[in-house]
DNA sequence: TACCCCAATGTGACCGGTCACATATGGTGC
DNA sequence: GCACCATATGTGACCGGTCACATTGGGGTA
């Protein structure tokens, strides 16, 4: 409880300084005092230097909140992720953070969790007055959630998709599958089998549509993706299916956690990678160089992406023509988990 | 540029509604509305009722910057993290975010990178008003940089160390260290190695300490430790070390991604893991189950750390006295990866 | 010298909430 | 019937910046 015992020292915080204060000492305005700290050119150079000196002394710092509240400004870049924890995101989320900053703006996360959490999470955003947002929850749910939001707000996806055309910014997810799928077609691959991750991510979808393409144009046939959860438990849980009823001498997972448990699997059961079976995986975490054996697979810039999310948002609050590039292309990297098919 | 033409509509930002448009079209006083808007008691249930209606219709949205003008409370809790992209950091992270978010309150972090950048993400977070810091940045830099700021803001650390008494909150990294040291003694080796975190790091020093008071209990010697970065690819090189000149039988990583490159390099020299050395983790990642072979290793909950910091953290700020126990304990996941040593 | 203009600075209102305090209303005890 | 009190509501100041506009002084030009 709180309450203050009568006779008590009433230790009236000292209030922190405000541009009146400074102003007083540095003996002018208080309006000149704003122009000094908005770096307005029309001060004269030893003004400048008395206000400076003002608030050094007395330990200036300019309120947000009142600016904000007068600018109707928030200064605050929302950033809508799911499965934070992950490698990628997290990467990315880093990149956005310290782009963000380094432009004067504040980062305001919220987590999706579960699926009914995504309009909660907006609403929070919308909430705090986010300026833009960053929407980097790569489900089909989130993409209708924003839809029917109808927000005003400036926003950039990371995703490829057709819809929300105008917003997105990408890794080309299909051609990175393409890269993939063709490696292992190259090796001799013929019987390739594609493990994704779960249905409602547009990353599953496009790298199945990548799988897809690749295998038709070589004239290969493409049978059913298996679907993961991205875990490593998950591959494994595949890895072991497929032992049991699998006609394959390939496998491309959707992520690089997938296929360290699909190699697992396959080790179990007696089978060599890459000499029985050949894996690629997507990503390039930096486990992945130490894999047994070292995965083959493709490299997404993660922090690039970032940074591109936030300088295509910055554009757009400033209302600046964007130059920015869209796409971000992934990359190919062969190590040694894939190799020519057995004989036979 | 945002010059707008003579005789352009001038696109009246529609202003968003306030309290007192509220009050106007529910008939009453604007701080009538506010107290709706801070569930005081004694407004009667009918005017309550009326107010919402307004408020629903005008689709009021209360300003945060004007609230936090006038109490001189942000509602932001500052967090500082290293290494954000880590399987660690990033877990406690989302917990962190998620349960702070849940009590009211904005998080806003500042990502570290290199070791100059401590005192400007500090005093950035500062300046941005944050009521309370969390400090996930686990290098002794950090805690010199705070107590040099000597900041009045209340904060908790995710650390186990002397210093800072009052606002640690940690694994206890001390018996998590002894914990699989005691593993790889009770299956028989006695010449253990020791890989560690760069020097900077409390957890690195307490998990060494773990490591020699253990060694020292069963009156093995502990030999000098190995430094490397916490990445999979320094593991891989201290292993490529420790197999030219190495005499041991066992080692203890101190995470789970040197443990990976350091089998990696164990395999590579043609030594088997666990039948010709035996490997133990930390952290226990959610990969570490599907390594070649399963990585034996010590689980921190960092999930569990992240939802004490905020409750620590929100007890000071209420003035709460704190119940809440400030040891995570860590506990030992016994896979494939340790064994009894070879004959000899 | 009169005039204008621009650079440099000052004045007061305003953003949208909350706070302290004032006021109206109805119920209770004597 | 009156003092008293709790409940319910209203009034105006205030937080700390920025905005629009007013004011001052000095240099250049006719």
Known sequence: MNVSRPGEEKRAAPRAANIRDVARAAGISHQTVSRVINGHASVRESTRLKVLAAMEELQFRPSRAARMLVTSRSGIIGVLVSHGAYYG?????????????????????????????ITKALDRLVGHAAEGLIIQAPQFKTLEAIEHLSIDIPFVTVHSTARLEDHRLSVDQVAGARLATRHLLELGH???????????WVETGERIR?????????????????VGDWTAESGYRIGKELLRDGNFTAVFSSNDQMALGLIHAFREGGLDVPRDISVVGFDDIPEAAHFLPPLTTVRQDFAELGRRCIALLLADLRGEPETHHRHVVPELVVRNSAAAPPEG
């Open 89 to 117: 995101p997290s990467s990315s989320l880093a990149a956005i953070e310290s782009a963000a900053r380094d432009a004067g703006y504040l980062v305001d996360i919220a987590n999706v969790t579960d699926d009914d959490s």
């Open 190 to 200: 013929r019987r390739i089998v594609h493990v994704t991750g779960p249905k409602g």
């Open 210 to 226: 990548g799988f897809r393409v690749e295998m038709s144009v070589w004239g290969a046939e493409a049978a059913e993706p298996l």
